[in-house]
């Protein structure tokens, strides 16, 4: 890795129908899936901040998407779905104020008191992005093969995961 | 008013103005009715009932009682008046303003009559009646402001400067002024219309006194400078003009009027010799942009201004100056750079730099180092990643502008590659498209574009232009209504509403593409209309700016609207219109839409065919006459339904239909469009062009030199001057069998005072090739002067001589290839056109349109 830049200045923006094509367009330049209109529907419909932009000068160039999942056993976790920036725009530490996103969700959103656990899929060729999330406290639990159905090759995939200390309801 | 009845009828009377005025109209009928029933022959009431029903659209019946009451006392003002105020929302304004005068005839002190009368000439431009009717005004009610005001306005617009300088002075001295913002504010604006009045007159002397003596009551400080600076320039009190130049930069430094008068104060009053004013004007650029280093218009300008001379200080200055647009992300770079594209050294400057900038990109991920001097302080360290793509964005918009599509085409690919979240590169590669002759994908790109933001009308607009020019319209039509305020009125009637008028033109050129003549007319004549409402908008500002004496907006409205149909909307809706017409008249089988009539006379001969065009000509004319005598028979049922149903002009005969039919020679409505067109765009040669169709058409030869005269004498090198000229001369002047019936006198006037007089004693061929040689730097020409070799073309040696020059496209845009392969179509052989689109195909093999 190249020596670590300041930071950029960003900012956040949200997403819904009338832009909801720029997030698209994002993502098909990002990631080797295609997701269905469905996924995006759900973009527009979650809750505050589980979905986030991030604008460089003006422009789009990453976004994070993140999705709430309660377990069996009453713990819940964080899922994040997407997170990315466009190639030119990387090395600036954008993709990490998108991830600390996630973390301040974990601090202070009402939906994740009792989340224990972030995790996310990563693409097992893909090491630019697991150094990155190895380098911010996330491990690698399992290797899934046959994760992706098509156009991804090898179709393998790690589970990462990184364990929260839940904040609890009253604090 | 009313006086012929007894008291409870009068006071009726009284009640029923009362109602019209206060607009209701039921109340008035039912009054009306109530007087008629005692005295039916009353004519006053009669023709106030009529003014109620013109009010609820029942204009047959409108008419019919109003000369009826006129009928029955033609001594009464009322009645006369009440004629005048019905033909003026016709809009008939020569009818009205007749049955006015003919009411003050017998009334002649009558206030109302008279400021309605007034209203109409200042509407009419009928300045020597509108100032007399302002006279007696004036002695009538000198005690109301607006009389004086206006009397003043009507001694300026007949140049009578001082007369209206000593009314507003008069009127001044009589008024008590208030203390209040308002009162001040007026004052103040009636103040600034009197020094525009001095100015105008030339007495910039007087002008500038007059200033200095108001400048504490005027609150429209920028207009006050700005009076003192154009009074100051043309007396040359250039040391004085300078200051005031200065100052008004100093309020807003964006401005190049400023500038320019700042550049002329200094330069004239240091006496500066022709050779070195821009090196001066650039100084003196370079010296306010050193204490305002914000401001982008000292910078900009020195490059319009350097010569070829300073090519390298020209290469420095853009360079620091682009940087701030690539720095920032600024989209408008290739926009605020058009104007340097007119010099050829200039735009391979443009090009060096940018690419050098996207190489010293690629190679160190930084712009090139600048050295460190006055014009731009630039940071060292690596440049943002935006700025690759800024950079491959303009070299996209750049070798689009220069015609190098495929270098275009490279580029905004490149650059939506690296960042493909950017709306603009979208609507750039849509242009880029469009340029290639790629309509379809063009529209697909602007509608990528226009989903990436659906709350953005820009976009949807850009999209909806570019469905229609693929004759999209159902999509088009979709899309645009998106963004119109729903409801149960259709979106083209709310287009309507709105005066959406480059709508209109786009969506009436896709109707012409799609041969549907009715609607295409239908679209056209909106544009119009429009126009026309433009005009009889001014009634409420004749009023109302009298009364809130903002005279000097009032003045510019006068002004603007004398010239409102030079507009580029109305000019382009006209043109499009002749030409239809024109095709109309030559292709009569279009009008029926029958398909099988045009592909039968496709397989006559031309002898055969122009007879069968001919009967149906005729056999149209005809019906139409028919209809018209049927439509008069059904005329009392339709004035009863008629626009009374709350139907939108757009929607009643939506298709056009009934409009197509309602025009019976289509060489007489073009006629009647080209007046137009002469007057308002004289300096256009598709005019001429224009004309000189409508003229050969008509056999009106006399028109036809005409307008080959006009063309000429507009732009004398232009493929349309040179293919009139050599027209004029094989249609007419040589073409016996066609004039055969003309008089001897036109045909001695056309011969005398035709051709011949450009031409001069070189053969046809000879003028054209000179031409050609002359002009061989504009693509334009050159295939335009290679037209009209073909036209004179005797033999095939000369016809294949002529189609090489047309089968040389470079530098020619597809614009210009689909203009003449539609142009050659119309005379050429088909062999021959053919070859010329399969020329125009390999040039832009993308080309998605028919030709």
């Known amino acids: ?171 | 008013m009313g006086s012929s009845l007894p008291s409870k009828e009068q006071s009726q009377f009284r009640q029923l103005v009362k109602f019209y005025e206060t607009k209701q109209h039921k109340k008035a009928q039912k009054t009306a009715d109530g007087i008629l029933k005692k005295f039916p022959n009353h004519g006053e009431t009669l023709a106030m009932k009529g003014l109620v029903l013109n009010s609820v659209n029942k204009k047959e019946e409108a008419y019919e009682l109003v000369k009826l009451g006129l009928k029955n006392d033609l001594k009464s003002h009322v009645c006369w008046h009440v004629y005048g105020l019905l033909y003026r929302s016709d809009r008939l304004y020569v009818d009205a303003s007749r049955a006015y005068l003919q009411a003050l005839r017998i009334d002649p002190e009558n206030v109302q009559i008279l400021r309605d009368l007034a209203l109409l000439q200042i509407q009419t431009r009928h300045f020597e009646g509108f100032i007399s009717t302002r006279r007696t005004l004036l002695t009538l009610k000198p005690g109301q402001k607006n009389n004086w005001i206006a009397f003043a306005l009507a001694n300026h617009v007949l140049k009578n400067y001082a007369e209206a300088v000593k009314i507003i002075d008069t009127y001044s001295a009589t008024i008590v002024p208030g203390d209040d913002r308002e009162s001040v504010y007026e004052r103040g604006e009636l103040q600034l219309y009197k020094n525009s009045i001095l100015e105008e007159n030339g007495d910039h002397d007087a002008a500038l006194k007059h200033l200095e003596r108001i400048k504490d009551i005027v609150v429209d400080r920028s207009a006050f400078l700005e009076a003192q600076a154009r009074n100051l320039l043309a007396l040359e009190r250039n040391k004085e003009a300078e200051e005031i130049a200065l100052e008004l930069l100093e309020r807003n430094m964006e401005n190049s009027v400023y500038h320019e008068q700042y550049h002329q104060a200094v330069l004239s009053d240091e006496n500066v010799a022709e050779e070195h004013q821009p090196r001066r004007k650039i100084e003196l650029c370079d010296e306010l942009s050193k204490s305002n280093p914000k401001m982008l218009l000292p910078k900009r300008m020195p490059l319009d201004l350097l010569d070829q001379g300073s090519k390298e200080d020209f290469v420095k200055r853009l360079d620091s100056y682009v940087r701030w647009f690539l720095e920032r992300g600024v989209p408008a770079l290739s926009v605020d750079l058009k104007s340097l594209y007119r010099a050829e050294w200039k735009v391979l400057a443009i090009e060096k730099l940018f690419t050098g900038f996207e190489n010293s990109l690629k190679e160190s991920g930084a712009l090139p180092a600048v050295d460190n001097d006055t014009h731009s302080p630039v940071k060292s360290g690596n440049s943002s990643p935006a700025v690759v793509f800024w950079v491959m964005l303009f070299l996209a918009q750049h070798y689009d502008r220069i015609g190098d599509l495929d270098g275009a085409l490279k580029y905004i690919n490149r650059a939506i590659e690296h960042t493909p979240t950017v709306i603009e590169a979208f609507q750039v590669k849509a242009k880029i498209l469009k340029h290639c002759g790629n309509l379809t994908e063009a529209a697909e790109c602007a509608d990528a574009a226009r989903k990436m933001d659906l709350a953005d009308r820009y976009l949807n607009t850009k999209c909806t232009k570019y469905n229609l020019r693929c004759n999209k319209v159902e999509e088009a039509e979709a899309n645009v209504a998106l963004f119109t305020r729903d409801g149960e009125t259709r979106g083209v009637q709310a287009l309507y509403d709105m005066q959406c008028m480059w709508f209109e033109c786009e969506i009436g050129d896709a109707y012409i593409r799609m041969k549907k003549p009715g609607l295409a007319l239908k679209n056209l004549k909106a544009v119009e209309r429009h126009f026309d409402d433009f005009i009889e908008d001014q009634f409420d500002f004749h009023t109302y700016c009298l009364r809130k004496e903002t005279m000097r907006s009032y003045v510019n409205l006068l002004l603007v609207e004398d010239e409102i149909r030079s507009s580029k909307y109305f000019t382009r809706a006209a043109k499009a219109a002749i030409r239809l017409h024109i095709d109309l008249h030559d292709n009569p089988q279009q009008k029926d839409g029958s398909a099988e009539q045009a592909a039968a006379l496709a397989n006559l001969s031309v002898a055969e065919r122009k007879k069968a065009q001919s009967k149906l000509r005729k056999s149209q004319a005809k019906k139409a006459a028919a209809e018209e005598l049927k439509k008069k028979d059904n005329g009392k049922a339709d004035g009863k339904k008629g626009k009374g149903g709350g139907d939108g002009w757009m929607e009643t005969d939506p298709d056009g239909s009934e409009l197509l039919k309602g025009i019976k020679d289509h060489m007489v409505e073009a006629a009647r469009l080209l007046r137009e067109l002469e007057k308002y765009a004289p300096r256009d040669v598709e005019t001429h062009e224009l004309a000189f169709e409508v003229a050969i058409r008509r056999n009106k030869y006399l028109q036809a030199l005409r307008a080959v005269n006009r063309a000429a004498a507009v732009q004398p090198r232009s493929s349309a001057s040179v293919n009139l000229v050599v027209r004029l001369r094989l249609d007419v002047e040589d073409n016996e069998e066609k004039t055969s019936s003309a008089l001897p006198e036109v045909l001695e006037v056309v011969s005398t005072c035709g051709t011949h007089k450009i031409v001069g004693d070189r053969s046809l061929s000879g003028y054209v090739n000179e031409i050609m040689t002359d002009s061989a730097q504009s693509s334009d020409t050159r295939l335009g002067c290679g037209m009209a070799l073909l036209r004179i073309a005797g033999n095939e040696n000369e016809r294949s001589r002529a189609m090489e020059v047309l089968q040389d496209l470079s530098g020619a845009s597809f614009k210009t290839c689909r203009q003449l392969a539609s142009s050659l179509s119309s005379f050429a052989k088909t062999e021959e056109v053919e070859s010329f689109k399969e020329a125009v195909k390999e040039k832009y093999p993308q080309c998605t349109v028919p030709l």
């Open chain 1, 1 to 171: 890795m190249s020596p670590r830049q300041e930071r950029a200045a960003i900012e956040f923006g949200t997403v819904n129908e009338k832009n909801l094509v720029q997030l698209q367009r994002l993502n098909t330049a990002l990631f080797p899936v295609k997701y269905n209109d469905k996924f995006y529907q759900e973009a527009i419909r979650a809750p505050d901040g589980f979905v986030r932009l991030a604008y460089f000068q003006t422009i789009l160039v990453g976004a994070v998407m993140v999705r709430f999942e309660s377990n069996a056993n009453g713990s819940s976790r964080l899922y994040i779905m997407t997170l990315g920036v466009l190639a030119p725009y990387r090395e600036r530490g954008i993709g990490a104020q998108l991830l600390d996103h996630v973390f301040e969700l974990l601090a202070s959103h009402p939906l994740c008191s009792n989340v224990s656990e972030i995790a996310l899929h990563v693409h097992t060729e893909n090491t630019e992005a697991i150094a990155f999330y190895k380098n911010r406290g996330f491990e690698v639990v399992e290797l899934i093969e046959k994760y992706y159905k098509r156009g991804v090759d090898p179709p393998d995939c790690y589970l990462l995961s990184k364990k929260v200390e839940p904040r609890g309801n009253g604090s």
